[in-house]
């Protein structure tokens, strides 16, 4: 997906309600005020051109897929609109930036409502427990 673009239209029939209704069940809109202004923005691009940047809601949907499943990064479904490799890379990125930190930081000041605060708590220890094996 492509940013501004949530929730793309489904390719396939039927499809595209699963993952969107998957996808509301693991980031929602919620969780998802909380989150966006605490993720960092993009890297200005000199070069210009490239392809457009994608959406930080599908990628953070991603991730939190692969955190709370316990999948690896390469097989995170397609069906999710985002590469394995954009996935990874944003994951690291934000995880060197300290998001992980802000957000943990954020649901200890009551950001997150109580029905989302033991969801939220999971996904930072998973988030934890990836960044350490990456780092070590």
């Known amino acids: 997906m ?3 673009v949530w ?3 489904p390719a396939e029939p039927g499809r595209g ?24 923005p993009a890297k200005v691009r000199r070069q210009g051109g490239g392809r457009g940047r994608v959406c930080n809601r599908s990628v953070f949907t991603a991730i939190v897929f692969v ?13 999710f609109g985002v590469t394995v490799p954009t996935v990874h890379r944003r994951f690291q990125e ?8 802000r957000l943990r930081r954020a649901a200890a000041e009551g950001a997150c409502g109580t029905e989302e605060l033991d969801w939220i708590r999971a996904v930072l220890d998973a988030a934890d427990r990836r960044a350490a094996k990456a780092a070590s």
Do not use: F, K, M, Y
């Open 94 to 101: 934000w995880t060197d930036l300290g998001l992980w930190v």
């Open 2 to 4: 492509r940013a501004g």
């Open 67 to 79: 955190l709370s499943s316990g999948c690896a990064w390469r097989h995170l479904p397609a069906s």
């Open 7 to 9: 929730p793309e239209q």
């Open 17 to 40: 309600d699963v993952i969107e209704q998957l996808s509301s069940r693991l980031v929602s809109a919620n969780l998802w005020a909380v989150v966006e202004p605490l993720i960092p």
